[in-house]
């Protein structure tokens, strides 16, 4: 298994944390529970006050970008950061040899000691806020005598872990010597099971299952999360590694829990509660005094808000770029772990940890430049995907180009899952060093936002097109929060994709939502429209008539489920929506969000009847509509 970087958790589960006359297990036994019952779930989250998320600031950062190393934007460390190292590819460094508790050293050829390419098993556990010995821990003489695992092969101390916060040694050596299969470790109780499409039923229960889940620190460490993202197959097992079987309509299977199953149950949950949020928010806006409607409203806030911060949400999209944003929710020692604990799932080694680069000082690089060499590795090898995302807090100047902790994967309104799309990239980025601090440079082709909104609209309403899109727009706007920044250093709110109430525009308001963690879609329609237009008029009072572009990042074709494998599919573009910082001609770009349009259904393009310059809409390397463009933005 993986080199010991860190040891397992789960104790025993406390069921006097339970409150009385619950039992409930992983979203198991899911029946309704009446307001005042015997059996009522505590009104507070136990698991935020047990295991609480990392308080992360997101933006509005102090960060002088111009005193760091040049070294920290080498152009080398870009072009290495995804090389193999010493053709060890996905191989771990070290495997434990478990009858000799022996810790084995890769050698070239995939050799570990007397085993050559050795089928292995990995477990998944978090340790590092329960070192006994960490630099400035209080030392307590009842713990003089906890030992650490006894490892042979190493030169390093094996961390003492403190046995009544979190496990005894013999725990940590019952689990390996009984793990013979790829597993994941984290606390649950022996049943699983799906939640019933009665909402109501099972929300109360959903959540105080979920809570009883994440107390276990496995759900807020960071490097567990990329642990889980790299192994989804990967099964969850207590302390006592036995098998955790499903329990579906009131029956034992004999087929394992895994990560991914929990993962299933939390897109259900997702797919709920995103159902019934807004026939929820209807009621308690009509009866804001009746206590179980306040309830029903509160609950499945707090399902869907521990489901996306806890993680869950982003492993069951498998969507990398949506990880990052859930990382900020996750507690580690170290800042630069934030970069460096998640990197892998972008098949990434940046900062000290590249290829070569070992003999730098490591506190060359802090979190911030190594979001912009991540940054950089994603929109080279991502120039699509690495902007399908939008900021909830103002990006900070400069810094729009690349994403960062406040970056939200919003859903899109396709058949496909993003992650599952095969896009063709019709422009590249690069970076460039202005004053210090790191810029993003495009290189592709523009068209006028006005020009290509109208062609939206006019194909909205050809009679050709009409019964194939079924009322809804060819196009999904998503935008970013923004400030509008002055010269003399002041900045103004925009408006804002998180909170409605404390848009400016009265024209905007409504249309750029509502809630703290959650991105509220402007649903394919009449409304997308009316916020493309707003958002035309707003810029040029906002922005002292800027222009306002958007910049063709690729298409893809999104597959249909339902339809015959081979068939035709619809076909869509993706837009980056920019507008300059300045009236100058040489101002930089700001990213204002992204966009993607319809301009093929079933396999029919439509003719030039149906809609005004398909060639605009469609997109043709010879449109003259689209014009050439490389500049800076951020």
Known sequence: MDEFAEYPETPPIDQSNLAAEEEFFVLGRLVKLEIDSPGDTPDALKSYKHNPIASLPLSRFEHNYAADSDIVHDPSIQKQCSLPDNDIGRWPRRLLHVPSMTSLEWQPGNIYGDHVAPAYSAVSYTWGRYDLDIPGAKR???????????????????????????????????????????VSFAKANKQASYPPSDTIAWCAPARASLDELFIDPWFSSLWTLQEAFLCHTAYLVPLEASPIYQHVQHEWSHTPVTLGVLCSIAATLNEIVDREQPAALERWEADRNNPIVIKQWKYLGE?????????????????????????????????????????QIFDLRLGASAPGRYELDPNVFNRFNLEDQLGAALVQHYPVVSQMHSFQEPADKGSGWRINASSTVPGLEINSSIWRLDFRARCTFSTKKISGQQWGVFDGRICDLAQLADRWRSFRYSSQTESMIEARSPQQVLLDTAFQQYGDGEEALVWTAVKSHACTNDYLKGLLFSGKTKYHLVPRGERQHDLTSALIRLIVRAFEGAPLVVLLLGSFADVDKGRASGGPNDKYHVGLILTRLGTEAKAPWKRLGFCIWQYEYNGVIPSSDACLHPDLLGYKDQSTEWRHLSDVFG
């Open 303 to 343: 399902v869907s808000t521990m489901l996306i911060q806890r993680g869950l949400s982003a492993l069951a999209s498998r969507n990398s770029i949506a990880l990052y944003h859930v990382a900020q929710y996750r507690r580690t020692r170290n800042d630069k772990d934030r970069v460096y604990g998640i990197q």
């Open 140 to 182: 307590q003489k009842k713990y003089k005598n906890v030992k650490g695992v006894e490892i042979m092969g190493i030169d390093w101390p094996v961390p003492r872990i403190n046995p009544d916060q979190h496990f005894h040694v013999d725990h940590f050596y019952n689990l390996i010597k009984q793990t013979y299969a790829a």
